[in-house]
């Protein structure tokens, strides 16, 4: 994997060098590879458990915000194109017919919250920091986005449609712990692959 530096001037701050385009497809890839081991479903609302939601986790932790939207957006595209590429074959319209389209969705904003918290922890990646983020990422924002999905497409109450979640907080919880290990590692071996974000203060 590439090492890539983004220059703070405003002039550069969205553009992408061919390095950051590669390193978007390669997770884009991951994402769709990890929905080969296919789906367990359980319970009556017919949510999936699935390893896909690890590659969401991974791609704003260890590419950022930028790039690991951009990753999603890739995905996302070829899914609704037709591609049977989430996970247990089925294609991106097939997922937002379905009663579970809201995480499908939610992948997107999911991927942004982990991004830009990561970014805002740089340029030295806390495990410990990076669980916290990768759990309000990849499961606060993508279970919120799932629960409206339950409730517009089911008949579903809030709480049934909360309840739901409960039976994959703890492989997401893991999900999320491995990310974080994961993205420690590979920020040490490879600095600044993330650009940090600095808020800031109002004069």
Do not use: E
Not at 60 to 81: Q, S, W, Y
Not at 100 to 113: D, E, M, R, S
Not at 131 to 158: K, Q
Not at 171 to 185: F, N, S, Y
Request: glycine letters at 12%; proline letters at 5%; a positive charge.
């Amino acid at each position: 994997m590439s090492q890539t530096t983004d220059t703070p001037s405003s002039s550069r701050r969205f553009s992408l060098s061919v390095t950051d385009l590669t390193q978007a497809a390669v997770f884009a890839a991951l994402i769709a590879a990890l929905g080969l081991p296919g789906t367990i479903t359980i319970g009556s609302a017919g949510v999936p458990i699935t390893l896909q939601s690890l590659g969401v986790m991974l791609a704003g932790a260890i590419i950022g915000p930028r790039k690991g939207t951009l990753a999603v957006i890739i995905f996302d595209v070829l899914a609704i194109a037709g591609l049977p590429i989430l996970a247990g074959g089925r294609s991106g319209l097939v997922a937002l017919a379905s009663p579970t389209a809201g995480f499908f969705v939610g992948f997107l904003p999911g991927v942004i919250a982990i991004g830009v918290g990561t970014a805002l922890m740089m340029p030295r990646y806390r495990v410990l920091w990076g669980i916290v983020i990768n759990i309000v990422g990849g499961m606060v924002v993508v279970y919120a986005c799932g629960i409206i999905g339950l409730l517009l497409r089911t008949d579903l109450s809030l709480w049934a449609a909360i309840s739901t979640n409960g039976t994959y907080i703890p492989g997401d919880i893991a999900k999320a712990v491995i990310t974080a290990l994961v993205a420690a590692q590979v920020h040490r071996a490879y600095p600044g692959l993330i650009t940090p974000l600095r808020l800031r203060r109002a004069r």
